[in-house]
């Protein structure tokens, strides 16, 4: 755990724990008794749920930039939210845009990622500068893709544009471009 | 000791104490309710049935431990809980067979900025920003989430628990509510 204690000695890593279901049932019941006993920790927990919702309603309005899994996707259509996939080739440019009736998009990268310590992700206009640069995105395991989410309302901002989106990682204390994936955005569409 | 002065008044007539006692510990009973049974309007009726139980109790002298009121209120709510568990998914069970679209107003949730929430999970560190996605939306336990990134469950909760540190340091400001 953290170290983080409450004055009485309850620790703020268990609240957390506890909320999302990571405690075995004596250690919950333990943390219970507790949170009624100790106004700080009770405080401190009616945070954690407040973030946690939080977090929860900004990733289903779609207003979170991210590196997601199949199973988050599964999760936000069922939930209604409206995904508009890519998946560009590495070396290749496809044509991209926005639709009014999109939530979110999501752009598959397919390559080798393993075995690289430190992935980074940056999109950067073709011809241009640096848009983004994602230092250490988390890779899912057994799979050969990064899926990164894109608010659709962030993307339908940018003008018609040529963007490249890089994946490099260290390897041997290099760094080495792993792929690199054209996108020819035609901004925001109308039908 | 409020649950001592209250079981000392006459029958009904500790208002204020009575209104403290709600005051401090609803929040606990409501958030017992939302961990437990995952819906907000179940959570309120299991404030309220919690304290018709408490309040009347303690008026007629049978809370046997006063000063340990806090565990009274939550062996209530734990027993409270379980019945309306059943009732709710009862509830639930009709609403899907007769498709019944009524809306319920539950209470107002004590919500964020949302603007600023958004900003600050988008400026998370891109892993911390996927985990807090995945605990708190995907709703992924430590040993999923282990699993998914090849790391040591131990690992996951440290990490998350310092990502979750840094959205709240964001959203208020560096400063503690």
């Not at chain 1, 009485?8 to 919950?28: F, I, K, P, T």
């Not at chain 1, 009014?100 to 992935?119: H, I, Q």
């Not at chain 2, 408490?54 to 002298?61: K, Y």
């Not at chain 2, 998914?89 to 603007?115: G, K, N, T």
């Amino acid at each position: 755990m953290t170290g983080e204690q409450c004055s009485r000695g309850g620790s703020y890593g268990d609240l957390l724990d506890y909320w999302v279901g990571d405690l075995d049932q004596d250690s919950a019941e333990r943390v219970e008794v507790h949170i009624f006993e100790c106004a700080e920790c009770a405080n401190r927990l009616a945070d954690v749920a407040t973030m946690a919702a939080a977090v929860a309603e900004a990733v289903r309005g779609a207003r979170v930039q991210s590196i997601v899994s199949d199973a988050v996707l599964n999760k936000l259509s069922r939930d209604g939210v409206r995904i508009r996939t890519y998946a560009p080739e590495p070396g290749t440019f496809i044509p991209c845009a926005i639709w009014p009736e999109d939530d979110l998009v999501v752009s598959r990268l397919r390559g080798d990622f393993s075995g690289y310590d430190e992935l980074t992700l940056v999109l950067k206009a073709d011809d241009g500068p640096e848009l983004s640069r994602n230092v250490d995105i988390p890779l899912i395991s057994g799979t050969r893709e990064i899926l990164t989410a894109t608010s659709a309302s962030h993307l339908r901002r940018l003008p018609s544009m040529r963007v490249r989106l890089i994946v490099s990682g260290r390897r041997g204390g290099t760094e080495h471009v792993i792929g690199e994936y054209g996108l020819e955005h035609g901004g925001a569409m109308s039908r | 000791m409020l649950a001592s002065s209250i079981a000392a008044a006459v029958p009904g007539a500790a208002h204020e104490e009575e209104a403290e006692l709600y005051r401090r510990f609803a929040p606990r009973v409501r958030l017992y309710g939302l961990k437990h049974l995952r819906n907000a309007a179940a959570a309120q009726d299991l404030v309220q049935q919690v304290f018709v139980v408490t309040l009347e109790r303690l008026r007629r002298g049978e809370v046997r431990n006063v000063e340990a009121i806090g565990s009274f209120i939550l062996g209530t709510s734990r027993t409270v809980a379980t019945d309306l568990r059943r009732t709710h998914e009862r509830r639930d069970h009709l609403i899907q067979i007769f498709a019944d679209r009524a809306v319920s107003m539950a209470p107002a949730e004590d919500s964020l900025d949302r603007d600023r929430l958004a900003g600050c999970l988008n400026s998370l560190p891109p892993r911390d920003r996927t985990l807090l996605v995945l605990t708190f939306y995907a709703e992924k336990k430590a040993s999923d989430i282990a699993s998914t990134f090849e790391m040591a469950a131990g690992a996951v909760r440290v990490a998350r628990h310092r990502a979750l540190t840094r959205l709240r340091d964001c959203v208020m400001g560096g400063s503690s509510r």
